[in-house]
C-alpha cells in the first residue's frame, strides 16, 4: 500500500508560491467556501463585463492569474517550464466556450492545430485539448444524439465539425501527440462519442492519439468502455481514455427529472467513486490496447492508481499511465506526485480574460458543490503558511 500521507506534504505542494500567491489562494478559496458569495459574485462578474466596466484588471489579479496560464500561449510559458521543472507537464487548454459561429469553431481548431505543433518539440507538452462544443454548435450535437432529423444546411454544418475534428486528429497524429476530447452533457455525448471512435479507428493504429473522456458519475460508462474495447481490438486500433468523474451533476439530474427519463447518473457519491475506480483497475488491466489519463482531485483515487500500478508492475514513469489535476487546484497531489516520478499534468486554461469567465465561473461553481475540496485547499494552504512562518 502506498503510505496514505504522500499528498500531505505541503513543502513539496507549494514549493513554486510565492508568499504572496500563498495568501491570494488562501483567500480565495476562502471566498469559494462561502456559496452565496459564489453566486453574488458570478452574477456580478458576468454583469460588469456585458457593459464592458473596465474590471479586467481586477479579474486578471485574483481569480484569473490563479486558475489559467495567461491570454495567450506565449503568456502560459514561463508557467509551462517553471513546472516542467518540477516534474510536471502541462495540457494548454484554450478554454473559450459557449460560441455559435462556423468562424468561431473554425479558429477554435485553428488554434488547436497551432498548439499541437507547438507542443511537437516540448517535452513539456506531451498533450493537446478541446472540447466537442469548441468546434460545433451543442443543438447540432443533440439533435444527431437523439436521432432527429437534419435539414440540408444543418448536414453541411455537420460535415464542418467532422472536418474539423479530422484536420486535428490529423495534426495530433503528424506531431505525436496526444489529444484529449473532453466530455460534456449526456444528451450530446453520443454523437462526440461516436465522432471520437471514427477518428480512433483512423488514428490510433499504432497507438493512442485521439483519447475520449469518460465521465463516471455515469452509470453506464463501463459497459460502454468494455463494448467499445471489444470494436477497438475487433479492427485492429487502441484506445485512449481520460476519466473524470463529471462536471455538469445537478443539469443532468434536473433535466432528467424534468423530461421523466432515468437520470443517467449514478446514485450516489460513493457508487460514483466506486465506478470510477472500476474503470481505472479495468483501463490497467488492458493497458496493452487502452492508455489512461486519471483526471481527478480525488486523493483516495490517486492513492489507488499508484497501489494498482505498484501491484501490477507498471513503472512510475510508464508513458501509458498519466495523472492529470486542474491548474490552481490540488498541488498536494499534482507537486507530490511528479516529486515521487510519476506522470502527471496540469490543465492550463488560457485565453482573453471575458472568454474565459464562463470556464472560470462553471469552476467556482463546481468548488462550491465538492463538499470538502475547498475546505481541503484551505487547511493545506494554512498548513503551509505556519510550515514557513516556522
Given at each position: 500500500m502506498t503510505s496514505n500521507s504522500l499528498f500531505d506534504n505541503t513543502e513539496t505542494a507549494f514549493k513554486l508560491k510565492s508568499d504572496s500567491e500563498l495568501e491570494r489562494a488562501y483567500f480565495l478559496f476562502k471566498m469559494i467556501s462561502k456559496e452565496p458569495l459564489v453566486k453574488i459574485g458570478t452574477a456580478v462578474t458576468k454583469f460588469a463585463l456585458n457593459i464592458n466596466l473596465p474590471v479586467e484588471g481586477l479579474i486578471r489579479s485574483t481569480v484569473f492569474d490563479h486558475f489559467c496560464g495567461g491570454v495567450n500561449e506565449k503568456d502560459?510559458?514561463?508557467?509551462?517550464?517553471?513546472?516542467f521543472d518540477a516534474g510536471?507537464?502541462?495540457?494548454l487548454d484554450f478554454s473559450v466556450e459557449g460560441k455559435e459561429e462556423d468562424e468561431q469553431f473554425d479558429s477554435t481548431a485553428e488554434k488547436v492545430i497551432e498548439l499541437t505543433k507547438f507542443a511537437k518539440n516540448k517535452e513539456a507538452m506531451p498533450f493537446s485539448v478541446f472540447k466537442p462544443t469548441g468546434f460545433g454548435r451543442f443543438k447540432i450535437w443533440q439533435k444527431i444524439t437523439e436521432n432527429q432529423h437534419l435539414t440540408d444546411a444543418e448536414k453541411l454544418e455537420w460535415k464542418r465539425i467532422e472536418d474539423r475534428y479530422d484536420l486535428v486528429s490529423k495534426e495530433a497524429h503528424?506531431?505525436?501527440i496526444r489529444l484529449l476530447i473532453d466530455g460534456e452533457e449526456s444528451w450530446m455525448q453520443d454523437a462526440a462519442d461516436s465522432l471520437c471512435e471514427k477518428m480512433m479507428e483512423k488514428y490510433n493504429t499504432e497507438r493512442p492519439i485521439v483519447f475520449n473522456t469518460l465521465q463516471c458519475y455515469r452509470w453506464d460508462r463501463l459497459e460502454y468502455l468494455k463494448e467499445l474495447h471489444q470494436r477497438a481490438k475487433n479492427k485492429g486500433y487502441k484506445l485512449g481514455f481520460k476519466i473524470v468523474r463529471g462536471a455538469y451533476m445537478e443539469k443532468e439530474n434536473e433535466r432528467a427529472a424534468e423530461k421523466g427519463y432515468k437520470t443517467p447518473i449514478c446514485e450516489s457519491k460513493k457508487a460514483t467513486d466506486?465506478?470510477?475506480n472500476e474503470i481505472m483497475k479495468y483501463i490497467m488491466d488492458n493497458l496493452n490496447d487502452i492508455e489512461l489519463f486519471i483526471g481527478t482531485h480525488n486523493e483516495s483515487s490517486n492513492y489507488l492508481a499508484m497501489d494498482l500500478m505498484k501491484e501490477k508492475g507498471i513503472s512510475r514513469s510508464d508513458d501509458?499511465?498519466?495523472?492529470?489535476?486542474?491548474?490552481?487546484?490540488?498541488?498536494?497531489?499534482?507537486?507530490?506526485?511528479?516529486?515521487?516520478?510519476?506522470?502527471v499534468a496540469k490543465y492550463i486554461p488560457f485565453g482573453p480574460v471575458?472568454?474565459?469567465?464562463?470556464?472560470?465561473?462553471?469552476?467556482?461553481?463546481?468548488n462550491t458543490?465538492?463538499?470538502?475540496?475547498?475546505?481541503?485547499?484551505?487547511t493545506l494552504l494554512k498548513k503551509e503558511k505556519e510550515r514557513r512562518k516556522l
Open positions: 502560459c510559458m514561463s508557467t509551462v517550464d517553471k513546472l510536471v507537464a502541462s495540457v503528424d506531431s505525436n466506486d465506478n470510477f501509458r499511465v498519466w495523472f492529470g489535476q486542474l491548474f490552481g487546484m490540488s498541488d498536494h497531489i499534482t507537486f507530490n506526485l511528479g516529486a515521487e516520478g510519476y506522470n471575458k472568454d474565459v469567465m464562463p470556464y472560470l465561473i462553471r469552476r467556482a461553481e463546481e458543490s465538492v463538499a470538502g475540496q475547498t475546505s481541503r485547499e484551505l
